[in-house]
């Protein structure tokens, strides 16, 4: 049974003019190309006495500019305003008893409440919640910097759940167990010490677990667990039964069960990944034994719904018995086939997606598959059925408004509801309560508008990159915006791990940027999920400078339509985004006039040996290769950034609490262009892990610097630099 948990959403939504230093930066040392050759790996120590120094005083003097510039204040009331609205949209989950659970934050929730109503309270609009667990009473007593990250509870009743929490938002978790109905922690329940873990019930006396034990080998180079091991109530960890063990080199191991509707486990397996997309599935037996399921290799297993096993394949394969699929398709195997004979059991098509097409999401109810399925960059839901004889299943598309954003939500396996979230750039979200079986849908939520959209349109246009690939893109604007290259435009990308950039709503980005003049610019560029695997594949490793082209294709495009022009045109990106920054800042600095590079990836001759780093290398390839090192060498923006460049001043930020991407990649990046001779902004909060915030208050901090710093550098009048 695959079942929401409560979870906290991050969103990262979507930069002061002070001329270069020439004459230092012609006498500034050549690029760091070897770790014997950087002068910067004192900031690679997180917590180093000097590295803070530097720390606070980059902080210091970029708050003292982006604050004290008269129109943050005002930016900064309306993002929080945006953010602690306590007339947003709970996101509900189906829970046992047809229950509602959501976590909320707002000004007097700051780290936020798990709580909970029931179906009909919740669709009534006057909902009576009541508290499960309170985080900021919580961290209060405890006196501790939590941050809540997940839930998982215990079928069928899930009144036993284990609650993931962090310490000032890394994404390393201390996990305990709690009771729902004595909200309270199990005394003597279980605990696992601070760790990047992964756990899973089997029922309420055992475990399925992955952390780090203590010992050599227990976590991969990665940074988790390598190991799956059983764990049964009263056992300390070092008594934990392992039954499986991957290799060091690979990502990561974890153990998770497959339940059915009623939350009956139908089989428990464990998942080997061996690079970020590549993986081995293994079917544990009664004895504790494993058997490896004849899985693609690039395959994620998305629901079991009537016994079936579905899955999506990001690589064209042949079935054991001799079946063809293409990436991108939708298959379902018998599971009770599969178990017995894994090896001649055939598998069946549920769904091939256009050229143009990508499924984005699947969910499973009692007895429904559901998929959102987005064609040319616009969502659509089906309910798909077997049928017999049919190259694939039947599918029946549910009746919610066209040319938008769809998200698949809550799905309750006790009947066949679930909830669907549908947005657009300029429609603000809703939520729809649908019943798969039957077809129909309920409009139960909407929010309200959060800034003034009249006036305003959205085009889909498309750039060509150098290797004459289409890109498509979406530019939201006045409708009567000059075309005259002096609009000021904010052009956001991201370019990796699949993850599409989709149309939605984002209150902060209408009010904070549009309704003062700005245009909005999203690019749909390769190594996205945009268009399925296939998409995604075209930019990995050797072809990465491919997204960054076709990025570079956007800004041209922009310009050549006379859209906006090199004055007025800033770009902003986080994580992977970050890096897809500093390539442009590098690679066409004549471009733009801001970047705001969040939380990024910058040098990508280190990336490996940093944090998490080791386990992206299927993404970008292995630096300590020669052949793969010469490739990533040519666009790592920490190794190109050069004297007497046209680059902009670029605000940089972070966070010290981030054990995903290290901050020292956002340290160094600003320490070179300083050295450089170049102006830059730099903030890190020390909270907040990868999200760069830890509550809302640090969040609305993290917007309000953003568009403060997009102002100055794209709204005022442009500085000759």
């Known amino acids: 049974m695959f079942r929401t948990s409560v979870a906290l959403a991050a969103l990262l939504a979507a930069?002061?003019?002070?001329?270069?230093n020439t004459a230092a930066a012609q006498e500034a040392t050549p690029p760091a190309t070897s770790e014997a050759e950087d002068p910067y790996l004192w900031l690679e120590e997180v917590h180093g006495e000097r590295a803070m120094e530097w720390v606070e005083a980059h902080n210091a003097h970029s708050l003292a500019v982006?604050?004290?510039?008269?129109?943050?204040?005002?930016?900064?009331?309306?993002?929080?305003?945006?953010?602690?609205?306590?007339?947003?949209?709970?996101?509900p989950g189906f829970t046992a008893g047809g229950h509602i659970d959501n976590f909320w934050q707002d000004a007097e929730h700051v780290r936020g409440i798990w709580r909970r109503t029931t179906l009909d309270s919740y669709r009534s609009g006057d909902?009576?919640?009541?508290?499960?667990?309170?985080?900021?009473?919580?961290a209060e007593a405890e006196g501790e910097n939590w941050v809540y990250k997940a839930t998982s509870c215990l079928p069928p009743d899930e009144r036993y759940c284990l609650v993931s929490l962090s310490d000032g938002g890394r994404d390393a978790v201390t996990v305990r167990e709690y009771d729902t109905v004595a909200r309270a922690f199990v005394e003597g329940g279980i605990v696992i010490p601070e760790s990047k873990s992964n756990v899973a019930w089997v029922d309420h006396d055992t475990l399925l677990i992955g952390t780090d034990f203590g010992q050599a080998g227990d976590m991969t180079d990665s940074g988790y667990p390598n190991t799956v091991r059983v764990l049964r109530r009263g056992q300390t960890l070092d008594q934990a039964q392992e039954i499986f063990r991957g290799e060091t080199t690979d990502v990561s191991s974890s153990g998770y069960t497959l339940r059915d509707a009623d939350g009956v486990v139908q089989a428990t397996l464990i998942n080997r990944s061996i690079t970020f997309y590549e993986s081995e599935t293994h079917l544990v037996n009664a004895d504790g034994s494993t058997t490896a399921l004849p899985m693609p290799g690039r395959s994620t297993i998305k629901a079991l719904v009537g016994g079936l096993l579905v899955f999506t394949t990001e690589q064209d394969w042949t079935a054991p018995t001799g079946e063809s699929f293409?990436?991108?398709?939708?298959?379902?195997?018998?599971?009770?086939?599969?178990?017995?004979?894994p090896t001649g059991t055939r598998p069946e098509l549920v769904l091939h997606p256009g050229e143009r097409d990508s499924i984005e999401s699947v969910t499973a109810t009692r007895n429904q598959l559901v998929v959102a399925l987005f064609e040319n960059v616009r969502g659509s839901v089906y309910v798909l059925r077997p049928q017999d004889g049919a190259a694939e299943w039947a599918r029946t598309r549910l009746d919610l408004p066209?040319?938008?954003?769809?998200?698949?939500?809550?799905?309750?396996?006790?009947?066949?509801?679930?909830?669907?979230?549908?947005?657009?750039?300029?429609?603000?979200n809703s939520l729809w309560l649908a019943d798969a079986a039957t077809g129909t849908v309920e409009q139960v939520r909407s929010l309200p508008a959060r800034f003034n959209a009249e006036g305003l349109t959205v085009e889909q246009f498309e750039a060509r990159?150098?290797?004459?690939?289409?890109?498509?893109?979406?530019?939201?604007?006045?409708?009567?915006?000059?075309?005259?290259?002096s609009n000021p435009t904010l052009l956001y990308g991201y370019g990796g791990f699949q993850n599409s950039l989709l149309p939605g709503y984002s209150g902060t980005v209408g009010r904070l940027w549009l309704e003062r003049g700005g245009v909005y610019v999203i690019a749909n560029t390769r190594g996205g999920g945009e268009f399925g695997p296939?998409?995604?594949?075209?930019?990995?490793?050797?072809?990465?400078?491919?997204?960054?082209?076709?990025?570079?294709?956007?800004?041209?495009?922009?310009?050549?339509?006379?859209?906006?022009?090199?004055?007025?045109?800033?770009?902003?990106?986080?994580?992977?985004?970050?890096l897809f920054m500093g390539a442009m800042l590098t690679q066409r600095p004549d471009l733009i006039n801001g970047a705001v590079i969040q939380v990024p990836l910058f040098d990508m001759l280190r990336f490996h040996r940093l944090l998490a780093g080791a386990s992206w290398i299927a993404e970008y390839g292995n630096p300590d290769i020669p052949e793969e090192r010469a490739w990533i060498e040519a666009y790592s923006p920490y190794q190109n950034l050069r004297a007497g460049q046209p680059y902009p001043e670029v605000f940089i930020h972070t966070s010290t609490a981030d054990d995903r991407v290290h901050p020292g990649h956002a340290r160094k990046a600003a320490a070179r262009?300083?050295?450089?001779?170049?102006?830059?902004?730099?903030?890190?909060?020390?909270?907040?892990?990868?999200?760069?915030?830890?509550?809302?208050?640090?969040?609305?901090?993290?917007?309000a610097l953003e568009y403060t710093y997009l102002s100055r550098r794209l709204m005022d009048e442009p500085a000759q630099e």
Request: hydrophobic residues 40%.
């Open 66 to 91: 982006l604050q004290g510039d008269p129109r943050y204040q005002a930016l900064y009331d309306e993002a929080l305003d945006i953010l602690q609205a306590t007339d947003r949209i709970p996101t």
């Open 326 to 341: 293409s990436s991108g398709d939708l298959i379902a195997w018998n599971l009770d086939a599969l178990k017995a004979a």
């Open 534 to 578: 296939r998409w995604h594949q075209a930019a990995l490793q050797e072809n990465r400078q491919r997204a960054h082209e076709d990025f570079q294709a956007v800004a041209l495009d922009l310009i050549a339509r006379d859209i906006t022009s090199q004055p007025h045109l800033g770009i902003m990106g986080g994580s992977q985004g970050g």
């Open 673 to 703: 262009l300083e050295e450089l001779g170049y102006p830059v902004l730099y903030f890190e909060n020390t909270d907040g892990g990868h999200a760069a915030g830890a509550n809302l208050l640090h969040t609305a901090r993290r917007i």
């Open 465 to 485: 990159s150098a290797d004459g690939t289409m890109i498509p893109y979406f530019v939201v604007h006045a409708q009567d915006m000059p075309m005259d290259g």
């Open 127 to 138: 909902t009576r919640w009541e508290t499960i667990l309170d985080i900021d009473a919580l």
């Open 402 to 428: 066209a040319n938008v954003t769809v998200g698949l939500g809550s799905a309750d396996t006790e009947s066949d509801q679930l909830f669907v979230s549908v947005s657009g750039y300029l429609n603000p």
């Open 15 to 20: 930069t002061s003019m002070i001329m270069p």
